[in-house]
């Protein structure tokens, strides 16, 4: 199970927040992949970050400069943080997870709205 | 960076007809990158297929997946009251995600 918590509204200008809280499976086990997609109103999905169970960290290029994703193995829990936001960064942030393979994600939060408004 | 058209954007269906869905990349993809997930209003979205043509853990048999190269296609056979969502394909290649617009299955 994968449970978002984070702050519902950002102002412009500041960092959106995210933590991704796993339940059932360890976020740092041999073969395990954790990643960040957002889904902006009555949009498609975009993925923004992936990270490995080594730690290894990927990003989605058009947000690459604002975007760091990072784990805590003691916690189990990996984080989102997106600096800059503007509301073209409100959207539903789902955390998402798979155990065989980092190609596609089979476990889903619930996703987490944020609003990025003054 | 390969990108995903998925066609058509909106398909009506009776329950118990048949949904061809499908997904064509920029350039030639592996298929065993290329998954298809379904989505639900207000819901997350579910992996259905991976690796082009295998089906996720509990997904009826009723979903298959085929393709190679640049055209990829989903298949629902007799559609279900509860298929009525929007589904994406995705692609996977070298350490970055790429989703396609999506195609909304509708009831006619």
Same mark, same amino acid.
């Given at each position: 199970q994968l449970n978002e918590s984070g702050p519902g509204l950002v102002k412009p200008s500041e +960092?959106? !927040?995210l933590t991704c !809280?796993?339940?059932g499976g360890s976020i740092g086990a041999y073969? @395990? @992949?954790w990643g960040w997609i957002r889904q902006?109103?009555?949009k498609g999905l975009e993925w923004v970050a992936s990270i490995s @169970? !080594? #730690?290894s960290t990927s990003y989605n290029p058009s947000l690459a400069s604002r975007v760091t994703m990072s784990r805590d193995t003691s916690k189990n829990q990996f984080s989102l943080r997106l600096s800059s936001v503007t509301a073209a960064d409100t959207a539903v942030y789902f955390c998402s997870g798979d155990e065989y393979s980092a190609s596609w994600y089979a476990y889903w #939060?619930? #996703?987490a709205l944020v609003t990025v408004s003054s | 960076e390969v990108v995903l058209t998925q066609s058509p954007g909106t398909l009506s269906l009776s329950p118990g007809e048949s949904? +061809?869905?499908s997904c064509r990349? !920029?350039?030639s993809v592996s298929g065993t990158y290329l998954a298809w997930y379904q989505q639900k209003p207000g819901q997350a979205p579910r992996l259905l297929i991976y690796a082009a043509s295998s089906r996720a853990a509990g997904i009826p048999d009723r979903f298959s997946g085929s393709g190679s190269g640049t055209d990829f296609t989903l298949t629902i056979i007799r559609v279900e009251p509860e298929d009525f969502a929007v589904y994406y394909c995705q692609h996977y290649d070298s350490s970055l995600f790429t989703f396609g617009p999506g195609t909304t299955v509708d009831i006619k």
């Open positions: +960092t959106l !927040s !809280s796993v339940a073969n @395990y @992949y902006s109103p009555g @169970y !080594s #730690g #939060g619930r #996703g | 949904a +061809t869905l990349a !920029s350039q």
